[in-house]
């Protein structure tokens, strides 16, 4: 199983890239990308995806509940951290 992870705003910077490609044996849960997030970059950065002001999209669209996500082969999710501009 192969997914995308695609890092926006500051969690780009935070990352030092835009993206990641991951592979597992097995869809992964929400509890599943924030392990692995905190093993390849830090428990820091997994809390801040975490965090109720990140949100995120599958495959393209908005997902209400994070905590409820199943990435499944050839998914892909989108960390999109708060903006601000003036």
Known sequence: MKAKLVFLGRLEEQAGRGFEDIAASAPLD??????????????????AVDGEKVKVALNGALVAD?????????????????????
């Open 30 to 47: 929400w509890t599943d990308v924030l392990g692995w997030l905190g093993d390849w970059y830090s428990i820091e950065f997994a809390e």
């Open 66 to 86: 994070k905590h409820s996500i199943v990435l499944n082969d050839g998914d892909e999710i989108a960390f999109l951290p708060p903006v601000s501009g003036g």
